[in-house]
C-alpha cells in the first residue's frame, strides 16, 4: 500500500517509508506519532521567513521531526535527519497549542521546524483548532506532495512559503536526495491559488546569475507578486566548513533581478539591508525590517494606509 | 555615536547601535581600523573548538590596535560544546585544556594581570523537572539554566509550584519586591508571577528552541574557583572593585571567563569564592558575566534573570543586536571614564551587553547559527585617546 503524502508514494507494505513518519495500521496509512511535537516556541512571523504575512505579528512556531528530502547542508538535521536518541515529542491536542498561542499574544500557529507533509494530518487537525480560535495558520514546505496533499494543505493554511532551491533536477538529485523538482513547480503554481505563498531559496553555494534569474522569471510567470527570499546559508550537516556565500558578489545579481520581481529580499546574514519592502511604484520604504542574522529578519516600523503606499497609491499584496 | 561593525564573511556592514539603522557616510577612522583587522579573524563557529583560540587572536587583536588597561576575554565554546555534543571523556578533556593553554598564550604575550574565573563544571542532567501539573509552561532561558518563571499564573499553579519536586527556591513577584525595595520598576514589571531555581542538575527544559536534546547542563555553583595575581576576591561582586583598585595602580588588567570550567578542570592553583547572594546564585551565564562586570547584587541589574522573551520580540525599540535588552548598564567597569576598556569572546551579547565596554568584540551567532563577528566600537566616555 502507497502513501500517498508526498511524490515518493513510498511502499509501507514494505516497512517505513523514506521519511520514516507515516505507518501502515489496518490497512490504513497513520502517522507513527500523531499530535505530537518536538518544540514550540514564539518567534516574529518575519523570522520564518514572511514578509507579506501579519507584519510584526508573534507566532507560536512547532513542528516534529524527519523529512521526505535528504539535505546535504541541512540546518535542522538533529531532527530532520539524525534521530536523537533522547528525541521525545509531546503531546500537544491543536486546541492546546491555539491557547499557548493566543497566551503568548501570537497571532497564528506555524509549521515550521521540519517538512510538514511528514506530519500532514497532525497540521491539518492543529491548524483547524488555531482557525476555530481565531488565529492565522502557516507552514513552511519544501513542496515534494502529492497534488492530494498540496490540495489539504492549501486549503488549511492562510499562509505557505515554499522552499524552492533551484530548477534544476540534478541539483535536487544531488543536494536534496529528490528526484526532480518537477512536482514542486506544479505544487508552487497550484498554492498560489489557494492562500498566500512566499518562496525562499536558501544559498550555500555559488549561484550562478544566470540561475537567479530564471528562478525569478518562473516566480514572475506564476505570479509577479509573491515575495521571494533569497537566504544565505550557512554551510551545514555533510557541507560544514565549506566556504559560504560571497555576499557582494551575489548582491549584484539581486539587483539584476529587482528588474523582474518588485518584492524580492535578501538576507539570514546580519545587517542585510535587503530585508525592507519598498514600494514597487515609487520607491517609498513601506516596511522596515533589521536583519539581525540567521533567521532573524524583524519588524521595525510599517508606513502603509489600507495596505496601499501612502505617498503613490500603489496597493501591496500584504494580509494583516 | 556607538557603532557595530558587523563582518559576515568578509562582507561589511555598520549600523548604529542603538536604532540598528545603516551608517551609509561612515567618516570614522576607528571604525575604518576596525574593518581591516576583522578579516583576519573570521569566527569558526560556536561549536568548533577552534572558536577557543579565536577569542585569544581577537583579544590580542584588539590589545594590539587599542592597548585597554581593562579586557575581558569571555570563553563560553566549552558550555556550548558539551550542551549540545556528546563528547568522549577524552574529547572532553582537550577542550578543557585547549582553553587553559589559549590563556596561557594571552598572558605570555601582554602584560596583563589576570583574574580567571572558573564560572562552573558540566554535569549529566539528572531529570527533567515534571511540568505536567501545570496549565501553562514555565517560562526558561539560555541565560539562566536553574531559573525559570511561571507567568500569568493560575491560582492552581501558584499552588502547584510549590509542591514541585526538585525546586530549591520559589518565591513570588511581590515577595521579591518585599525583599528588595529599591529594585529598578522596569526588573519589577518584568518579573514572573513567580520565579523558580531548580536543585542542581535538575533543569526546566532539556530541549533548545531548535529542538536540539540537551547533553550536559552547568553545575549549580554556590563557590567558583579563581585564579589571580593580584588581591583575591572573597565574593563574585568584589572582583570589578579589585580591578579597578588594580588599574588605578596603573596596572593591566585582564577578567577571565571560562564557562563549562569548575573545580574538578581548573588547571591553575585556584581560591574560592562566593557566587550568592542570600538564596540567589548567580548562574552560569548572564547573571555571573553582570556579577563580575558590574559588582552590582542580582536585584540591582536591569533586568530579572529570567523574562517572558515573547513579550520582546519586537525591534521597534532601542539596540536592536541586543536580544531584549532595550537599554544597557551604564555602571559597569567597561564604562569607567578614565581608562581604556574591551571585552572579548565567545558569547554573543553578553559580552556587550554586560560590560559595555570601549570596544567589544563577539561572535554574532543566533541558536548555534554562526553570522560572523560583531565589533561593537562604544560611545567615548570622558576623555579617552582612541587609536
Ligand atoms: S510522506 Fe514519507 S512515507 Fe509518505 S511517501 Fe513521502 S517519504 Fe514516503
Known amino acids: 500500500m502507497n502513501c500517498n503524502y508526498c511524490e515518493w508514494r513510498c511502499d509501507l507494505s514494505q516497512g517505513e517509508g523514506i521519511c520514516g513518519r507515516y505507518i501502515l495500521s489496518d490497512c490504513r496509512i497513520e502517522e507513527k506519532e500523531p499530535m505530537q511535537w518536538v518544540s514550540y516556541y514564539y518567534y516574529q512571523i518575519e523570522e520564518m521567513p514572511f514578509f507579506h504575512a501579519l507584519p510584526g505579528a508573534t507566532v507560536l512556531q512547532t513542528g516534529t521531526k524527519g523529512c521526505n528530502a535528504h539535505c546535504n ?43 510538514v507533509t511528514v506530519f500532514l494530518p497532525s497540521a491539518l487537525e492543529a491548524a483547524q483548532a488555531a482557525h476555530e480560535a481565531g488565529l492565522k495558520t502557516g507552514c513552511l514546505t519544501n513542496g515534494y506532495l502529492t497534488e492530494e496533499s498540496t490540495s489539504l494543505l492549501g486549503n488549511a493554511m492562510d499562509f505557505i512559503n515554499i522552499s524552492l532551491k533551484s530548477l534544476a533536477d540534478d541539483f535536487y538529485q544531488e543536494n536534496l536526495g529528490l528526484p526532480s523538482v518537477k512536482p514542486i513547480l506544479r505544487n508552487i503554481k497550484a498554492l498560489s491559488k489557494m492562500a498566500h505563498i512566499e518562496i525562499v531559496t536558501p544559498i550555500v553555494h555559488e549561484i550562478s546569475c544566470h540561475e537567479v534569474l530564471e528562478i525569478a522569471h518562473f516566480i514572475a510567470e506564476v505570479d509577479k507578486n509573491i515575495p521571494w527570499h533569497l537566504f544565505k546559508l550557512q554551510p551545514a550537516y555533510r557541507r560544514i566548513g565549506e566556504n559560504s556565500l560571497d555576499i557582494g558578489a551575489m548582491i549584484e545579481i539581486v539587483e539584476q533581478a529587482k528588474q523582474i520581481l518588485p518584492y524580492i529580499y535578501f538576507g539570514n546574514f546580519a545587517g542585510s539591508k535587503w530585508v525592507n519592502t519598498l514600494c514597487p511604484g515609487c520607491r517609498h520604504m513601506l516596511i522596515k525590517r533589521i536583519c539581525i542574522g540567521s533567521c532573524g529578519s524583524k519588524f521595525s516600523s510599517i508606513d502603509m494606509v489600507d495596505n496601499c503606499c501612502p505617498l503613490c497609491g500603489q496597493q501591496i499584496p500584504i494580509i494583516r | 555615536m556607538a557603532k557595530i561593525m558587523l563582518d559576515v564573511g568578509g562582507w561589511q556592514t555598520v549600523v548604529d547601535f542603538a ?21 583576519s579573524i573570521p569566527y569558526p563557529g560556536d561549536t568548533e573548538p577552534g572558536a577557543i583560540d579565536w577569542t585569544v587572536d581577537a583579544a590580542l587583536a584588539v590589545c594590539d590596535y587599542y592597548n585597554p588597561d581593562f579586557i575581558m576575554l569571555a570563553f563560553a565554546t566549552q558550555q556550548l560544546i558539551k550542551i549540545n555534543q556528546h563528547l568522549t571523556p577524552e574529547e572532553s578533556v582537550a577542550i578543557n585544556e585547549r582553553i587553559f593553554r589559549q590563556v596561557s598564550r594571552f598572558l605570555e604575550n601582554t602584560d596583563y594581570q589576570p583574574m580567571i574565573i572558573g564560572m562552573g563544571g558540566m554535569q549529566d542532567i539528572k531529570s527533567v523537572i515534571d511540568q505536567s501539573q501545570l496549565s501553562t509552561r514555565l517560562i526558561t532561558s539560555m541565560c539562566a539554566y536553574h531559573y525559570a518563571g ?3 499564573s493560575s491560582a492552581s499553579d501558584a499552588e502547584t509550584i510549590k509542591n514541585m519536586e526538585h525546586i530549591e527556591y520559589v518565591i513570588s513577584k511581590e515577595e521579591l519586591r518585599a525583599s528588595y525595595p529599591d529594585m529598578r520598576e522596569t526588573y519589577y514589571r518584568m518579573l514572573p508571577d513567580f520565579l523558580l531555581m531548580s536543585s542542581d542538575g535538575y533543569v526546566f527544559n532539556e530541549i533548545g528552541n531548535r529542538g536540539i536534546v540537551h547533553k550536559k547542563t552547568p553545575q549549580l555553583m554556590r563557590e567558583l574557583p579563581v585564579y589571580t595575581t593580584l588581591d583575591r576576591p572573597q565574593h563574585i561582586l568584589e572582583v570589578r572593585g579589585i580591578l579597578e583598585h588594580a588599574m588605578d595602580k596603573g596596572k593591566k588588567v585582564a577578567l577571565i571567563m571560562l564557562e ?14 562566593d557566587n550568592q547572594t542570600e538564596w540567589f546564585v548567580y548562574d552560569q551565564g548572564l547573571s555571573q558575566y553582570l556579577a ?5 547584587k542580582f536585584y540591582e541589574y536591569d533586568y530579572p534573570p529570567v523574562v517572558n522573551s515573547a513579550a520582546y520580540l519586537n525591534t521597534s525599540e532601542k539596540y536592536p543586536f541586543s536580544q531584549h535588552f532595550t537599554f544597557l548598564p551604564e555602571d559597569t567597569i567597561g564604562r569607567r571614564p578614565d581608562k581604556r576598556t574591551a571585552a572579548v569572546g565567545t558569547r554573543s551579547g553578553f559580552i556587550h551587553e554586560t560590560t559595555m565596554a570601549d570596544i567589544c568584540v563577539e561572535c554574532h551567532s543566533r541558536q548555534l547559527s554562526m553570522s560572523g563577528v560583531f565589533v561593537l566600537v562604544n560611545d567615548p566616555k570622558g576623555e579617552k585617546r582612541w587609536g
Open chain 1, 73 to 115: 547542508y541541512c540546518v535542522n538535521s538533529h531532527i530532520a535527519i539524525k534521530e536523537e536518541s533522547n528525541q521525545k515529542l509531546k503531546a500537544i491536542t491543536g486546541q492546546s497549542l491555539a491557547q499557548l498561542a493566543i497566551n503568548a499574544g501570537a497571532h497564528a500557529v506555524v509549521f515550521a521546524i521540519n517538512e
Open chain 2, 19 to 39: 536604532t540598528g539603522d545603516p551608517v551609509d557616510d561612515l567618516n570614522d577612522p576607528i571604525m575604518e581600523d576596525i574593518k581591516q583587522i576583522t578579516p
Open chain 2, 150 to 152: 511561571l507567568f500569568m
Open chain 2, 260 to 273: 563549562g570550567t569548575g573545580t574538578d578542570d581548573f588547571k591553575l592553583p585556584f581560591t574560592m569564592m
Open chain 2, 292 to 296: 563580575a562586570a558590574t559588582g552590582k
